[in-house]
Every structure is written in structure tokens, then in C-alpha cells.
């Protein structure tokens, strides 16, 4: 990628950041926000704040790179004719979302064909927004700007774990999970794409998930590693296409986790 279209590409993505804070926003903690659900059994649900924030980001990638690809959550794909995708969830954590707690996020990755290059995790709410990729690594937050830096924590024992929900996904999948946290000093749940920005500022050391979208991943995949992190799959391998993921702030971790991930 040349100067000019990093450029471009990184103005671009604080675009689309905020004009998805925008319409976020809009319709956060409003009482009477329109909710759908996407299952016929169980619950994963959209609102109409899904829809309008991916809405204004295609619009922009359509205005101002539209021979760029797009992969979104609500309104599917667009194939890429410059070799570039953008990836994008306008709300990860929707059920945080519309339960009112400030750990949803917008996901915006940008990915060459081989990997994620560049990712944005922003919190609206709390007006944080991390940026990684493209010789970019930091927080810019209601302190100013930050430089992002993964932990230097070696040891289980000493390890902060997070993931989004106590089951994991499967019941074999939540049994290795629970192998691995029950060998950290702490475990927190509930943080979707939050705990993948806090691991990049260094607050915790692992982040276990399964059952993840691309869309899901793309983004802390470029945030975590930019901040000098790793995330893998349970196997060891790209986590881009979603499943499966391992995200750790020292190889020693990384290593140790996949062992046990590996066994159980």
C-alpha cells in the first residue's frame, strides 16, 4: 500500500467512526428503540441503531473508495475490485447496547486480501476510540491521546482473562475456557470488543471467544496486534475468517493458553 492510499484509508476509517458515534448515539438508552431479533430460537438482536450506523459508513466507503469491498453485518457484501475490504459492525455488543452498559463498540477493519491492516475499535459513549494498523498503535479517549502497549505479564497466574459470555459457545468449548481461567488470578465476562481494547492498553492479558463473525475480529485482530499482542485462533492459526479466538498480550501466554485450549 502506498503513502497516499494509507492516508486516504486512515481518514477514511475516522470518518466512518464518526458518523457510526453518530448515529449510535442517536439512539443509545432511548427507551422506545426499535429491536428485532434475528433468531427464531434464542436472542441476537439488531435495533435500528445496527442498521443506521452501517448505513452512513457504506454510504461513505461508497462516496469516497468505491472500488473497495464491504463486509458488514446488517447489510451483507460488496466485492472488492481494488484488492481492499472494509469490515465492518456498526454495534459489536448489541445486547450490552440496548441493556444500557458502555462496552459495545463500533468495529471498523480494513483487510488486504491477506490480513487485517488496519482497525478501529471506538466506544462512543465513552468517547474512546483505538486505532491500530497502518503504523498506527493508540487511544484517543477523554485524556487525549495514548500510546496503545500490550502488557508484559508472562504468567498465568498473573493473568487477567476476559470474555464476553460465562458459556462460552459450546459446552465443550466453555469447559476449555474455564480450564484456562481457572489458572489466571481473575476472570471478567461481558466486555465484547471492549476486552480486546482494553488488552491492547495493557489493563488485562487474554481474551478467549468462540462462535465469532470475521466482522468480530477483524478489528481487535489489528488493534491487538499493533500493540504488539497476539491473536490466533485455538489452533494456533488466522483468526480472521471468525470461529475460534485467542487473543494474548506475550508469546508466554499465547503459548500457555493454547496448550490448554489444545488439551482439554
Known amino acids: 500500500m502506498d503513502d497516499a492510499t494509507r492516508l486516504t484509508c486512515l481518514s477514511l476509517a475516522d470518518q466512518l467512526a464518526e458518523a457510526a458515534r453518530a448515529e449510535t448515539l442517536t439512539y443509545f438508552r432511548r427507551p422506545d428503540i426499535a429491536t428485532d431479533n434475528k433468531l427464531e430460537s434464542g436472542f441476537d438482536p439488531v435495533t435500528e441503531g445496527d442498521r443506521a450506523a452501517e448505513a452512513a459508513m457504506r454510504k461513505l466507503i461508497e462516496a469516497q473508495r468505491p472500488d473497495d469491498g464491504i463486509l458488514g453485518e446488517e447489510f451483507g457484501s460488496k466485492e472488492s ?51 491500530g494498523g497502518l503504523g498506527q498503535s493508540h487511544l484517543d479517549g477523554p485524556r487525549g491521546r495514548d500510546a496503545l502497549q500490550v502488557s508484559k505479564v508472562t504468567k498465568l497466574s498473573e493473568a487477567t482473562i476476559l470474555t464476553t459470555f460465562p458459556e462460552v459457545g459450546t459446552s465443550e468449548e466453555g469447559a476449555k475456557f474455564h480450564a484456562v481461567a481457572e489458572r489466571c488470578k481473575l476472570t471478567r465476562y461481558g466486555m465484547d470488543c471492549y476486552g480486546y481494547a482494553l488488552l491492547a492498553l495493557g489493563q488485562v492479558e487474554l481474551v478467549v471467544e468462540a462462535g465469532l463473525q470475521p466482522y468480530d475480529i477483524q478489528a481487535p485482530i489489528a488493534v491487538v496486534e499493533a500493540a504488539g499482542g497476539i491473536v490466533t485462533d485455538w ?18 501466554l499465547h503459548a500457555a493458553a493454547l496448550e490448554i485450549l489444545g488439551q482439554v
Do not use: C, M, N
Not at 485467542?246 to 508469546?251: C, D, V
Open 81 to 131: 475490485k481494488s484488492g481492499l475490504t472494509w469490515v465492518l459492525d456498526p454495534i459489536d455488543g448489541t445486547r450490552g447496547y440496548i441493556s444500557g452498559t458502555p462496552t459495545w463498540g463500533t468495529l471498523i477493519a480494513l483487510h488486504d486480501g491477506a490480513k487485517p491492516v488496519l482497525g478501529v475499535i471506538d466506544q462512543p459513549y465513552i468517547g474512546e476510540r483505538f486505532v
Open 235 to 252: 489452533s494456533g492459526g488466522s483468526a480472521d475468517g471468525g470461529g475460534r479466538a485467542l487473543a494474548a498480550a506475550t508469546p508466554e
